[in-house]
């Protein structure tokens, strides 16, 4: 645009350029000193008279540069020495008009040197009692020279050691420097000297001299000075008084020795049953005199003693006070020095005996007095004294037989009984876990016999519960049996004053014959949770314990071993060198029983078999195209197309772009980008797709699997994805098939059976012996 000169700034002055023909778009972005910065904020950089430029951002510095051609910093200093410092020691004297013999006055000061701007600090150690306001002496700024320079600001080159500038009409004289400085200065050509030795101060001199010169005057003991000292520092001390009269006894007393003031207290401890009530107190607090010879009559003591009493009425009655108050008698008072082990007090005429001393009591003797014998002494007794109390032996009266035990002891030990508390904790923990054991019972009437029940017993509260399986044409309901609640052990006294015991869950175990409630129940199996439940607490439930049972196995066929492995394999030989050799529940149940007989119950057989059992989960139900139709329905049904932000995603978690990821991160994204998927659903996916030797997910696969535009319409009807989708049947019959191999790996016993040529049998029985080299997947697929 031109403009005509001369004339406003107003519509219709300015014309526009016609000799103009391009129009570039300025530059904004611009790379200066190695940074990359905006050019609007580049101010234009001043020339001075010699033609070359200067960087207005770094501080003016009135001498030639230290560095060496083209070996200076790049960077502004701004950002080059950031945080950088140089720390330099010095003083300076302060005259002084008051102080006698003391001209002048040595401040030790610390001046800093901020090499990103050029700035310098001055700042004074805080010393106690100077009675000099001491800290910034100058704040941080840039400090200009002394004249006739005063134009000029102090720089680099201004400090050093064993220099003396001044700043704003201060000497200050540079004796030090850290070591930071001093490796900078070197490295920039400058030399600095060793440190120089400050001057001393002449009124620290003068007041050291005044100090040695004083006289050290012994400490005053003062009342006050000594409660401050041992305010609530008491020493306790156990004793008895020996009152072993017609109506007396040993008391055993305590006494308390207060430092603050030197008093004493003693306070009785009542023996239970002793006939003795009220308070505790023996002795109030108060000074304890040595000597004791009876009460003073009254007026027998007095705080002034008169002299020459002259006069017959009390008008005329002349008299004078002893100076010397000679009929007064020192009275002597027990002191923590009296007070020791065996030490016998006179408290008013009784003798009282230190037996004891109390911890503080110990350390306060060992410091002041040095004494470490603190060997107690034994108190006295009589034959008629009453027999001290004890919590742990207190006898409540019998159970009644009304409500439960608990409610009686409730009725006992207070006026007004609360109920019982329960366990919380336990309940909170163990709640809605139930243990389920199959029983038969076992009775003289054969229709009894017969009958099959289930026993359910509560972790959260101990309880039992058994119900009946109704039977057709036996001539039982069936139903409920015993109703929940808490039975005793058998053989109990029932009305005794012991806390009677109740049945625990390791009392049930499979084989166990159990009484409840006049009945004889033998526990013949149990569910699929309470094997589990067992076996991952075997802490709690010896029975399924497989490192106690393999023991118990080991030390009874350490000598029948070969017996033992014949039952099992008849006509099987080199058993050491098969991998897999699989027998039935019933061959290792019959071999063991023939061995050990009962000291192996059923229950830990039935460990042993689940342990090593040779039993595989059936293989995957789900099919690829019908869980592929499903997901492709549910994207379609929530109108979901967000499969590029699932890949970028996958690319943010994945940045090397790896082939396979882990499930669970798989997971973890399929969620957080919002799959319309459930997550029975999710779980149908996952089993499906792709994966590598560590079980790691093909992401290609599931892209492709999602890929709704390639595929064919979907004509699935919904479906319900937990049931429906993919059937998923329980695997419950667990060691029906031992691995009779890896049993006797685990066992780590010597079989010592002969070995056989190659034509060694590969059925013998109801055992099957595969060869290593069958793809073992299902061995009992291959056994059928």
Request: hydrophobic share 35%; proline share 8%; net charge neutral.
């Amino acid at each position: 645009m031109l403009r005509i000169p001369g004339i406003p700034l107003l519509p219709g002055t300015l014309f526009r350029d016609v000799s103009k023909t391009q129009y570039p778009k300025p530059q904004t972005l611009m790379k200066f000193h190695g940074l990359n910065m905006l050019s609007d904020r580049q101010q234009p950089a001043p020339v001075d008279s010699s033609g070359m430029a200067v960087d207005i951002s770094c501080p003016p510095v009135g001498a030639a540069s230290i560095y060496p051609p083209r070996s200076g910093p790049r960077m502004p200093p701004w950002l080059a020495y950031d945080k950088k410092v140089l720390c330099f020691r010095g003083y300076f004297k302060q005259t002084l008009q008051e102080v006698y013999h003391a001209p002048y006055l040595v401040r030790k000061v610390k001046i800093y040197y901020y090499l990103e701007d050029g700035t310098i600090e001055i700042f004074e150690p805080r010393i106690d009692n100077s009675g000099i306001v001491q800290g910034s002496l100058v704040h941080r700024q840039r400090v200009p020279k002394a004249p006739p320079c005063d134009n000029e600001f102090m720089s680099l080159i201004d400090l050093n050691v064993d220099m003396t500038v001044q700043i704003f009409d201060r000497q200050y004289h540079i004796t030090d420097c850290d070591q930071f400085t001093r490796n900078f200065l070197n490295k920039r050509g400058i030399p600095v000297p060793d440190p120089v030795q400050s001057p001393c101060d002449p009124t620290e001199t003068m007041r050291n001299r005044d100090k040695n010169q004083t006289h050290i005057s012994p400490p005053k003991c003062h009342a006050f000075a000594q409660f401050l000292k041992y305010d609530r520092q008491i020493l306790k001390f156990q004793g008895y008084w020996d009152d072993r009269t017609e109506f007396g006894d040993v008391r055993k007393l305590e006494l308390c020795y207060y430092l603050a003031d030197d008093t004493i207290e003693i306070k009785e401890a009542h023996i239970r049953n002793s006939g003795r009530d009220g308070p505790t107190v023996f002795l109030k607090r108060n000074r304890l005199a040595r000597e004791f010879d009876g009460l003073p009559l009254p007026g027998q003591t007095t705080p002034q003693t008169l002299l020459n009493v002259l006069g017959s009425n009390m008008r005329n009655v002349r008299y004078c006070v002893d100076p010397l108050n000679t009929g007064n008698k020192e009275v002597l008072y027990y002191s923590d020095r009296d007070l020791q082990i065996g030490s016998v007090i006179n408290v008013y005429g009784r003798a009282v005996v230190i037996t004891e001393l109390d911890p503080f009591t110990q350390q306060y003797y060992r410091q002041r007095y040095g004494i470490h014998d603190f060997t107690p002494l034994p108190i006295p007794t009589r034959s008629d004294d009453c027999a001290e109390h004890k919590t742990g032996e207190r006898q409540l009266p019998p159970f009644n037989g009304w409500g439960s035990y608990e409610d009686s002891v409730g009725n006992c030990i207070s006026v007004e009984p609360k109920p019982p508390r329960t366990d919380f904790k336990k309940f909170i923990k163990y709640d809605r876990y139930v243990l389920r054991f199959g029983a038969k019972m076992l009775s003289t009437i054969k229709a009894n016999c017969e009958r099959i029940f289930v026993i359910s017993y509560y972790l959260s509260d101990d309880t039992l519960q058994i119900q009946e399986i109704a039977v057709r044409n036996s001539g039982f309901l069936g139903g409920q049996f015993l109703r929940r609640t808490r039975l005793e052990l058998p053989g109990q006294e029932r009305f005794s004053c012991k806390e009677p015991q109740y049945y625990m869950p390791w009392n049930f175990f499979i084989g166990s014959t159990i009484m409840l409630s006049d009945f004889i129940f033998h526990i013949v199996s149990a569910d699929e949770y309470t094997m589990m439940f067992m076996e991952h607490h075997p802490e709690q439930y010896p029975k399924a314990n497989v490192q106690i049972i393999m023991d118990k196995v080991r030390s009874a066929l350490q000598d029948h071993m070969v017996e033992f492995v014949g039952q099992c394999v008849p006509d099987c030989t080199d058993l050491e060198k098969k991998e897999d050799v699989f027998i039935s529940y019933e061959s290792f149940k019959g071999a063991l029983i023939a061995q050990m007989g009962k000291a192996i119950s059923d229950h830990e057989i039935v460990t042993l078999c689940r342990h090593f059992s040779a039993e595989r989960a059936p293989p995957n139900a789900c099919k690829r195209a019908d869980v592929q139709a499903a997901a492709h329905l549910e994207i379609k049904r929530s109108l979901w197309n967000a499969r590029e932000d699932l890949m970028e995603h996958f690319h943010h978690i994945n940045p090397m772009n790896q082939p396979f990821m882990p499930e669970h991160k798989v997971r973890s994204a399929l969620r957080g980008c919002r799959l319309p998927f459930s997550l029975e659903l999710i779980d149908n996916i996952l089993s499906i797709l792709n994966r590598n030797e560590c079980d790691d997910i093909e992401v290609c696969d599931l892209m492709n699997f999602i890929d709704v535009s390639c595929g064919k319409g979907c004509s699935m009807v919904p479906v319900n994805h937990a049931f429906e989708l993919c059937p998923k049947i329980p695997f419950l019959f667990l060691g029906r098939v031992v691995n009779f191999a890896c049993f006797l790996r685990h066992l780590k016993l010597p079989l010592n059976l002969p070995s056989t040529g190659e034509g060694e049998k590969d059925a013998i029985g109801d055992v099957r012996i595969l060869p290593p080299s069958v793809d073992g997947d299902n061995p009992l697929q291959k056994h059928e």
